[in-house]
């Protein structure tokens, strides 16, 4: 098929875009496992009380990740995302088979970082291929569509996997799905997945703007947007390595059960993911610059409440609010750096704004591990909650009011 017969739009591309949406969902689901049962797992299997200790394996997980999602954007247009993508299941097979067996806690580090690789080349495929589809029309339904997927799926897989743990134990059981998840995903891409990258030709015969100098420097300082939005992405992820390993153990704490623990952890993707289907839309014709800030400083304050509530329904509560607002910043971030790159630097771009993004993880954990070991863990978690309100501020005065 050549490149004039090849249209841009969500309609014209409609079968492969669920195809798309189906494999987001399984990169979702593998991570979704972890969010659950990690921190018991440290504790119960290797005796492992500090919280730097527990929250090592998210630092492993978002460095490596990080930096896949920039060679990913390095490598895009050369290799292709096709190849990319079953590259990136390639190296998921292993990673529960790794859980199920591990005697030493570097094995757990070692299949995070194997899951990071997995994350970067398989989200970062998925989200691009999407908007090579798509073009500029319906680009922010469809990243609302793509981290709908993504998000449901991990908060499924992490309520299943608090559930299976609860009733039959923390391993092997929960670590299966993982297994299914891959493998379905692998398949999934090599069988039906067509490669997208000749239909950003289409869009980049239209481009209206210049080409960047230095696709970095732009991305991450020169351009008053991209550097907004980019250091937003760095503190949502920041706040949220945050509460993939602190959470379940402030939970635990107060005397929750697992299963209970599943479903607060749960909440918080579940509404990040369903919220993304009406706030990608938004974002495509409603002020960007609006829907970050108050998506992040709905963050903030309700991670500055959970030290203080005790009760199941209240915290069940914050972590829905903090869902929602994490839906209102997540999919807007990707819809204004692809606004705001040329297309064939596009792949880029995003992928600098998802190397600052995921290196979030490795910066949460290490700021709230050491704080919570120095100063207590109640401590760790209000002081996440004002740098993510300190982010919305910098939205607020750094980013131009036109986005």
Known sequence: MTDRIKKLGLKENLAQFILLIIINAFVGGMVGIERTIIPQFATDNFNISSKSAILSFIIAFGITKAFTNYVFGKLANSIGRKKLLIIGWLFAIPVPLILINANFWIWVIFANILLGINQGLTWSSTINMKIDLVGEKDRGFAMGLNEFS??????????????????????????????????????????????????????SKANKFNSFENVFIDTTFKNKTLSSVTQAGLINNLNDGMIWGLLPILLLSINLNTEQIGLIAAAYPTFWGIGQLFTGRLSDFYSKKRMLFWGMLIQGISILFLPFINYFFLLLFLSILLGIGTAIVYPTFLNVIAEESPPLQRAESIGVFRLWRDLGYAIGAIISGITADLFGLEFSIILIGLITIMSSIIIQFRMPSKS
């Open 150 to 203: 993504g998000y449901l799926a991990v908060g499924i897989t992490a309520y299943l996997s608090g559930y299976i743990a609860n009733k039959y134990g923390i391993t092997p059981y929960p670590f299966y799905i993982g297994f299914i998840v891959a493998l379905l995903g692998l398949l999934t891409t090599i069988l039906f997945v067509k490669e997208t990258r000749s239909f950003i030709n289409i869009e």
